[in-house]
DNA sequence: CTGTGATACTATTCTTTGAGGTTA
DNA sequence: TTAACCTCTTTGAATAGTATCACA
């Protein structure tokens, strides 16, 4: 493990970074990321956690995170000033990095700012014999050409990879359709388009008077749109390939591969440009379509269906199973059609060779392409019918889902509600249930649809359109990932209004009700966490159904093992568990409830019981919460605590402190309660295992209410002297490292004197450097000293400084003037438990917010005092130098091997 | 094509009140 | 002499979850 870290952090290191033989234990055959594409990553203004993010994310098949949201999501400026796209569109071949590398990366992702720190601190010599400790998981460049099919080991950063990728490509989609939905509210793009669709029949039948019967107004306005529909298919030409589903990419080599075209980066200028001529991609143009219907005075949402990164690592779209699908396909499917054979147009319009696609891609090269990127050039063939004649005046983009991706709301008044208009791909206006891709659909994946509105706002509109939202699109999403729904909805609050319109009201109860209307789903896979149905077969171990009210039954089996099961409410899936789990929760079970379920439990051997059968076993009985209620403890009588069989007290939650009693949760309370001389029994509160051995936790002490002020008082006392104490000891200590420096300095001089000068960092080893940092921050000059000023300043230790400038530097000469400050500081800051002085090197190890003064603390460069390693071979405690090393109190020791 | 069940593998949960030596 | 502190050790087994494959 520690062999393991050790690699990790050095590979982190500027120095090894993107070097050409990096450790990896999958073969790839592929370049490593440059050097530069690191730099200039971390170079473009996230912050560290978010960069560390990133970068990993980049590396493993980034190229898909940025490209399929980005590049179409960006205005100019942004897309500029974001290196990561410019590099990426430079060479987006160069980093088909894997997940496990990535995994190794990411252990240390928490050390991120801390290394920051080390690499200020002068420790490069110390690394440096650790590069070697590279060469011994590298692989052979042999064997990292070999693309291996090998079944693939998943780790659990690997999912978390997944699903961070996933988070982060949805909210790029987000941000990416938020600025194209704006776009569509431009006043040049509605009236460039306004000007060629303008028509007063159909805008008065979009606009119906208000005064028509609603039969009327309704069916005006259906007819309005499937008019200004078919105009727009008539006008708008796909040229484009849109957005689709991206994929991971596991193990095909990328260096072959080249760029295809697809939706590129986008201007507004751009967009502008496309509201003229009425080409692009069929998401481009079911935006324009948006902003056509905005500024004939329709209210209209723009639809997308997110397609970010899955993060599941199930087979479908994974490059096996896509590669294998290609080809296969590959081997049936001639060279399609030309865009113009297949659309022979006699529309004006018609011109429909296109420069940008070439459909005739040697097949190689498309199979390479169908795993790199995601959308814009998989080239595998939807395998589901074709019920879509290509629209007049469009042109079908070869494989391009027969479904689409970006569609229109149009808000109808007369019926209060909303319309889907699908005028490029469905040809559609209405039949929401029809907008959803077959699950064979490998291009596009309906998991998140999100509607936004003419002012910004977003709702998720997935369950009008999702078929089967619990039994299967709730899988696809966060939902069905722990902590993912909120974070979702995080997102989504983003976006929100802020209050409800009627119309939302209206269709949150629509999407409500059609959720519930889903029905049971017929297969065992389907039910699997299901929100409202259950089986028997998927209950945990602590579950139960209770009432058992079935409400429908599944066959599951193939053939003659056909059985028949029952289906339940999830709402009757209760979570039951034992007495003791109760009793920990702070709950009994009611006398006379009967267990609704039993379970054995095997019986550990106790210790000091060796020899006894330790495979006994015994049935425990488990009950749901509505059979326990609040554990009531027995009160405190006369003063007396009552206590358990081991002498203390349970206070697991709360309520379990007895009554007449109080809990004082305090380390030192013990003492202060033998001092009083009063009953008092140890709380305990937890449990912390070591091994197989689980001690109990003890937090403070309970005693009867009476004494409370008393015991307090004395803690207060005890606490202040404790302080006081440690004030004492840490100065102590400070003098003498103080003496021990000085001494140093004092010796040095003597030598200087002597045998004339000294070349820094020579003779004195470590020490040549750190004492010129000091002699300047002594003089009140250079970098090093400023530094210190400044935390100095921070610390409110200016004073202390001061005096010794006046000459007091030695303890013997003027003790008093220096504890002073120290002692304020140390009980300012102490908090009464594990107040940190924030003089001595324990305590930087422990507490941030520790004062620069010793050796190890990052803030002060100068190096103030005598470094432990390498100098300090007596006087200083030899536990300094770990102090120092674990200045990241999130550091084990396992860290240090790192150096 | 899709769902199912078997299999292989890994991760997570469950457990839930020391002993012995050293130091101050 | 005693109390406080430190170190030692590491243990599976059961269960849950995931991917993959063959097959109906």
């Given at each position: ?632 403890p027995p009160p405190v009588a006369d003063g007396m605590v009552p206590k358990n069989s081991f002498g203390n007290i349970d206070i697991?939650?709360?309520?379990m402190v007895p009554k007449g009693g109080i809990h004082v949760p305090?380390?030192?309370a013990v003492?202060a309660a033998k001092?009083i001389g009063i009953d008092f029994a140890e709380a305990v ?13 003890i937090k403070g002490v309970v005693i009867a209410e009476q004494y409370q002020?008393a015991l ?188």
């Amino acid at each position: 493990m520690s062999g393991r870290r050790a690699l990790n952090r050095t590979q982190t290191q500027p120095s090894n970074r993107g070097g050409p033989a990096r450790g990896r234990r999958r073969p790839t055959g592929v370049p490593v990321l440059p050097d530069v594409y690191q730099e200039m990553l971390r170079e473009s203004g996230v912050g560290a956690s978010v960069a560390g993010k990133k970068r990993r994310k980049v590396e493993n098949g980034g190229d898909e995170v940025i490209d399929t949201a980005w590049p179409t999501a960006l205005e100019p400026a942004v897309a500029s000033s974001s290196k990561p796209v410019q590099l990426q569109r430079e060479k987006p071949w160069e980093k088909p990095e894997l997940v496990e590398e990535a995994d190794e990366e990411l252990d240390d992702s928490d050390d991120d700012d801390n290394e920051v720190d080390w690499e200020d601190v002068d420790l490069t010599t110390v690394l440096e014999p650790e590069s070697g400790v590279l060469e011994v998981t590298l692989n052979s460049p042999g064997e990292m050409k070999r693309p291996t099919l090998e079944r693939r080991k998943i780790t659990v950063v690997d999912q978390k990879i997944r699903l961070e990728v996933h988070k982060l490509h949805l909210l790029c989609l987000m941000v990416h359709v938020s600025r194209r939905n704006k776009w569509c509210n431009n006043k040049q793009v509605q009236e460039n388009l306004r000007r060629r669709f303008k028509d007063d029949t159909l805008i008065s039948n979009l606009n119906p008077a208000p005064q028509l019967y609603q039969l009327e107004r309704n069916t005006r306005f259906l007819r309005g749109l499937t008019e200004v529909k078919n105009l727009w298919r008539r006008k708008f030409w796909i040229t484009r390939r849109g957005l689709a589903r991206p994929f991971w990419l596991d193990t095909v080599d990328l260096s072959k591969s080249q760029r295809d075209d697809g939706d590129p980066p986008m201007s507004k200028g751009d967009f502008l440009d496309a509201s003229q001529s009425l080409t692009g991609s069929r998401d481009l143009g079911a935006q324009l379509f948006c902003a056509l219907l905005r500024s004939l005075g329709v209210t209209a949402r723009l639809i997308c269906s997110l397609q970010p990164m899955p993060f599941s690592f199930a087979q479908k779209g994974t490059t096996q199973s896509l590669s294998r699908s290609t080809s296969k396909k590959e081997e049936s499917v001639s060279p399609l059609p030309s865009a113009a054979s297949r659309a022979p147009l006699k529309e004006p319009f018609a011109s429909p060779v296109l420069p940008q696609y070439d459909p005739r891609i040697p097949a190689a090269q498309r199979e390479v392409l169908a795993s790199l990127r995601p959308a814009s050039c998989t080239t595998v063939q939807s395998p589901s019918r074709t019920p879509h004649v290509p629209a007049r005046g469009t042109i079908m983009i070869k494989n391009e889902s027969q479904y689409p991706v970006y569609w229109i709301e149009a808000w109808n008044v007369a019926t209060q509600g909303w319309v889907p208009v699908d005028p490029l791909v469905l040809n559609k206006v209405g039949c929401a249930s029809r907008f959803e891709p077959p699950q064979s659909d490998l291009n596009n994946v309906m998991s998140y649809v999100a509607a936004f509105e003419e002012e910004g706002h977003v709702k998720d509109v997935t369950r009008r359109y999702a078929n089967n939202y619990n039994a299967k699109t709730r899988k696809l999403r966060l939902n069905a990932t722990k902590g993912g729904e909120l974070w979702w909805l995080n997102l989504l609050r983003l976006f929100e209004r802020g209050w409800d319109l009627d119309r939302d009201q209206v269709e949150d109860s629509e999407l409500a009700s059609k959720e519930l209307g889903e029905g049971i789903p017929s297969s065992v896979a389907d039910l699997k966490d299901h929100p409202l149905f259950a089986l028997k077969r998927h209950l945990r171990r602590n579950q139960v159904i209770y009432p058992e009210r079935p409400v429908g039954s599944v066959t599951t089996g193939i053939g003659s093992k056909a059985v028949i099961e029952t289906v339940y409410r999830r709402q009757d899936v209760k979570t039951v568990r034992s007495p003791m789990q109760w009793y920990r929760l702070g709950r009994e079970i009611k006398t006379g409830e009967q267990p609704l379920k039993h379970i054995t439990v095997r019986k550990r051997k106790r210790h000091g019981e060796a020899g006894e059968e330790d495979d006994e076993s015994g049935e425990t009985g488990l009950y749901a919460i509505f059979q326990t209620e609040e554990y009531i403890p027995p009160p405190v009588a006369d003063g007396m605590v009552p206590k358990n069989s081991f002498g203390n007290i349970d206070i697991y939650v709360p309520s379990m402190v007895p009554k007449g009693g109080i809990h004082v949760p305090h380390k030192d309370a013990v003492r202060a309660a033998k001092i009083i001389g009063i009953d008092f029994a140890e709380a305990v509160t937890a449990f912390e295992h070591k091994g197989r051995q689980a001690s109990a936790v003890i937090k403070g002490v309970v005693i009867a209410e009476q004494y409370q002020a008393a015991l307090y008082a004395v803690l207060g006392a005890i606490i202040s002297e404790k302080k006081e104490e440690d004030a004492e000891k840490k100065s102590l200590e400070n003098m003498r490292l103080w003496k021990r420096f000085l001494l140093g300095l004092r010796i040095r001089e003597r030598i200087e004197n002597e045998y004339g000068d000294v070349k820094e960092g020579e003779s004195l080893g470590g020490w040549g450097r750190k004492r010129q940092s000091i002699i300047e921050a002594d003089k009140g000059k250079g970098k090093a000293s400023q530094l210190w000023r400044k935390s100095a300043e921070a610390e409110g230790l200016l004073d202390l400084e001061q005096n010794q400038e006046a000459g007091g530097f030695m303890r013997e000469d003027k003790p008093e003037v220096r504890r002073e400050p120290i002692s304020l500081r140390s009980l300012a800051k102490g908090d009464g438990e594990n107040d940190a002085g924030g003089f001595l090197p324990e305590d930087i190890a422990g507490v941030d917010e520790t004062g620069g003064f010793l050796p190890g603390d990052t803030d002060c460069d100068a190096g103030f005092m005598p470094e432990g390693p390498g100098i300090d071979d007596s006087g200083v405690k030899s536990d300094d130098d770990e102090s120092m090393l674990s200045a990241d109190p999130d550091m084990d020791n396992e860290d240090l091997d790192w150096f």
